[in-house]
T-cell receptor
Framework: GIQVEQSPPDLILQEGANSTLRCNFS?????LQWFHQNPWGQLINLFYIPSGTKQNGRLSATTVATERYSLLYISSSQTTDSGVYFCAVEGGPGGSYIPTFGRGTSLIVHP | DAGVIQSPRHEVTEMGQEVTLRCKPI?????LFWYRQTMMRGLELLIYFNNNVPIDDSGMPEDRFSAKMPNASFSTLKIQPSEPRDSAVYFC?????????FGPGTRLTVT
């Protein structure tokens, strides 16, 4: 099946800093989503972005499907941004609609 | 909309007991997913329903696990008999087409 790698695995920032999280995938994708898992364990949709660029406030995401990666940008980070960021894709040989998650990037934002 | 509803939120049980986890998807969503999350294995897809029909159950660990979706508004995941290694957070997610929306999860502890 399709492989998903996220980097970096861990990230520590001071409040106000910017960051870029990366998701690489091994095959063509039908769908791609970014999620934030907050410290209470809740998984929150950030972006549905199989291709192109989207922005929502301080967050934006870009997927370059032809080069098999997606980036999540966090600007002016806040302590509430702490948590784990997951990339999930659907695709691969045969165009599977079964979602595969990466291992996530754990982000800690210090005040 | 209330979002995806899961119950119970926490379950502590003894090894050998039957455990039933429940999920109410968002109204109008035709796909439903059950996931398990552990530190060791991350987020794993257990089973995927589309229009109440199980499409892929290849992630179900073994015969002790079973899942049903008797109608569009209700699904159960049953573990019988439970074992300590089943301890994890179990998430239910629903989708209208491509984007997934997660419930709050059920934290299961098997002693």
């Amino acid at each position: 099946g399709i492989q998903v790698e996220q980097s970096p695995p861990d990230l520590i920032l001071q409040e106000g800093a910017n960051s870029t999280l990366r998701c690489n995938f091994s095959d063509s994708v039908n769908n791609l989503q970014w999620f934030h898992q907050n410290p209470w364990g809740q998984l929150i949709n950030l972006f549905y972005i199989p291709s192109g660029t989207k922005q929502n406030g301080r967050l934006s995401a870009t997927t370059v499907a032809t080069e098999r990666y997606s980036l999540l940008y966090i600007s002016s980070s806040q302590t509430t941004d702490s948590g784990v960021y997951f990339c999930a894709v659907e695709g691969g040989p045969g165009g599977s609609y079964i979602p595969t998650f990466g291992r996530g990037t754990s982000l800690i934002v210090h005040p | 909309d209330a979002g995806v509803i899961q119950s119970p939120r926490h379950e502590v049980t003894e090894m050998g007991q039957e455990v039933t986890l429940r999920c109410k998807p968002i109204s109008g969503h035709n796909s439903l997913f059950w996931y398990r999350q552990t530190m060791m294995r991350g987020l794993e897809l257990l089973i995927y329903f589309n229009n109440n029909v199980p499409i892929d159950d290849s992630g179900m660990p073994e015969d002790r696990f079973s899942a049903k979706m008797p109608n569009a508004s209700f699904s159960t995941l049953k573990i019988q008999p439970s074992e300590p290694r089943d301890s994890a957070v179990y998430f239910c997610a629903s989708s209208p087409a491509a984007e997934q929306y997660f419930g709050p999860g059920t934290r299961l502890t098997v002693t």
